[in-house]
């Protein structure tokens, strides 16, 4: 009895190591086979390029050529795009950006793709009859300074691009430094200041903030005024990325004017039109200083139509100004650590190195009925700002998207999507601010919509600096006012 119990149990035990030894035998099966590759893709960072699949002429003068651009981008996990120019949004498939170009208009087109493990970047020069198929590859952002500021197009890229380039461009200027030491200490000249139509803007424009305009077709005039340390001659540069410039003329050895003439608004069209004007003042060395002055021109719709025919007594509509609290209980943060609040909105990273996203919902109730091309003004009022930590010691800047995320707030929330509309220098967000950009073309296009809500996203443009510390930006939804203004005629005498 004894022996069959011994002779059992070495039995089982045989049992067990053959099973041990199968498993191990799967596994490494597994590993070796392409059935891994297809369940568990690697991941790997982004490509993209871009080709053209539409160039239409315009079928009436005057009209727009028509050019569709496709993202073509690779990598795991799937790449979000983000173009600085999208005439269609809203009309066009995600990785498709709709450009509409004047007969002589050229334009540089250009897509950041981005996943957790990287950014790439691919540009393609536009032209009105450009052939369809024409393409253009993309490379990593590595080295990639940040000279020129993103415009505010359909954008969503939420990394640490911007990052990585201002540290490139910091490392750049300390080679030019070093470069102008060995010349025997030559300083590169300093814009100083920026004037639009004799108003100082210099503040909006060092901020990166965008100068809003009525987009209608006209002349807007600039002057730019610069400062060498050493007495150096200064030579300008200016070029725009819609449009053209001209009557560009020395005011004096320090400063330069130029015309920069604004294209019109397409009929129908509600879209804002986000356009930089980029300047550089170089010294005779080669040392410079650049600045981008970023314009939103957004559609003014009103009063053109009202002939005041007829023997109505009727003095028109009436401009009334809404203002409109954030809601508390659809206002709230997520957190990458998978937490979700309401009441308070948070946006940076955390002491555990957590990632916090910003959510807000205004309610658009008071504007049924309202036809939104009497929409003529809004913005969005941030009264009050708490800042912990330095947010802006690792992210440039804080996007804002109009992203629909529904009834609740919940973990879902925290992911890409939404459609950017303005973008906030992270270093000088504070109490006080007000946000606009293409703000009222999102607004218009939800009452058109028939919507009972807006809802706007938050985020910088780099998750975490890793330091175990609070940097963040933190406020209440009470202390958020969205105001519009528009021509009540329901309400006219």
């Known amino acids: 009895m004894e022996e069959q119990q011994k002779t059992g149990k070495k039995s089982s035990a045989g049992i067990v190591v053959v099973v041990i030894l199968l498993v191990i035998i799967l596994v490494l099966l ?15 960072e982004p490509t993209v390029s871009l080709v053209v699949t539409e160039s239409q002429a315009p079928g009436t003068a005057g009209e727009p050529y028509r050019i569709l651009v496709e993202a073509q981008v690779e990598g795991n996990p799937e790449p979000q795009v983000q173009f600085n120019r999208n005439d269609g949004i809203g009309q ?26 990287g950014t790439a970047e691919a540009s393609l020069e536009l032209a009105p009859g450009v ?62 200041a920026v004037f639009y139509e004799d108003d100082n803007i210099s503040e909006l424009v060092f901020r990166g903030d965008a100068l809003p305009i009525r987009y209608t077709e006209g002349r807007h005039s600039f002057v730019i005024i610069a400062a060498d340390p050493d007495g150096d ?63 939103a021109l957004l559609p003014v719709l009103g009063d053109d139509d009202d002939s ?17 609290p954030a809601l508390p209980e659809l206002s709230g943060f997520v957190s ?42 809004t913005r969005i009022l941030f009264n009050h700002v708490n800042k912990s930590g330095r947010p802006e010691n690792f992210a440039t800047w804080l996007d804002f998207k109009e992203f629909n995320y529904g009834d609740t707030l919940d973990l879902r929330d925290f992911a890409f999507g939404g459609t950017l509309f303005y ?39 780099a998750g ?16 958020i006012i969205l105001e519009i203004v528009f021509n009540d005629r329901a309400g006219s005498l």
């Open 336 to 377: 990458s650590d998978e937490r979700v609040r309401t009441g308070v909105i948070l946006v940076g990273d955390g002491s555990a190195n957590e990632m916090y996203k910003g959510y807000l919902t205004f309610s658009l109730a008071p504007l049924v009925g309202v036809d939104p091309a009497d929409i003529i003004a």
């Open 131 to 192: 052939a369809v198929g024409t393409a253009s590859g993309g490379s990593g952002m590595d080295g990639i300074s940040d000279d020129v500021e993103p415009a505010s197009g359909d954008d969503d890229v939420e990394d640490d691009a911007v990052e990585d380039s201002e540290d490139d461009a910091i490392e750049d200027s300390a080679d030019d430094d070093l470069d102008a030491d060995a010349a025997g200490g030559n300083n590169a000249p300093d814009i100083e």
């Open 423 to 461: 973008k906030q220098r992270a270093e000088s967000f504070g109490s006080g601010n007000t946000i606009q950009g293409s703000l009222i073309t999102q607004i218009r296009q939800a009452v058109d919509a028939g919507r009972n809500r807006f809802q706007v996203k938050m985020g910088l443009d």
């Open 30 to 44: 597994f590993m070796l086979s392409p059935l891994k590759g297809l369940l568990f893709p690697d991941k790997n």
């Open 308 to 324: 005041g025919a007829g023997d109505s007594e009727e003095s028109g509509p009436i401009e009334t100004t809404l203002n409109l």
């Open 233 to 295: 001659a200064i030579e300008f540069d200016i070029a725009t990325s819609h449009s053209r410039i001209v009557e560009v003329a020395r005011v004096a050895v320090d400063s330069v004017a130029f015309t920069w003439i604004s294209p019109a608004n397409p009929a129908g069209n509600l879209e804002a039109l986000n356009v930089s004007i980029t300047v550089t003042a170089s010294d005779p060395a080669g040392a410079t200083d650049r600045q981008v002055i970023t314009l």
């Open 92 to 117: 066009v498939e995600p990785n498709f950006s709709l450009v509409l170009l004047a007969e002589d208009e050229t334009y540089l087109l250009t897509a950041v793709a981005a996943n957790e493990l």
């Open 464 to 479: 975490t600096n890793s330091n175990n510390a609070d940097d963040l930006f933190q406020f209440r939804p009470e202390n």
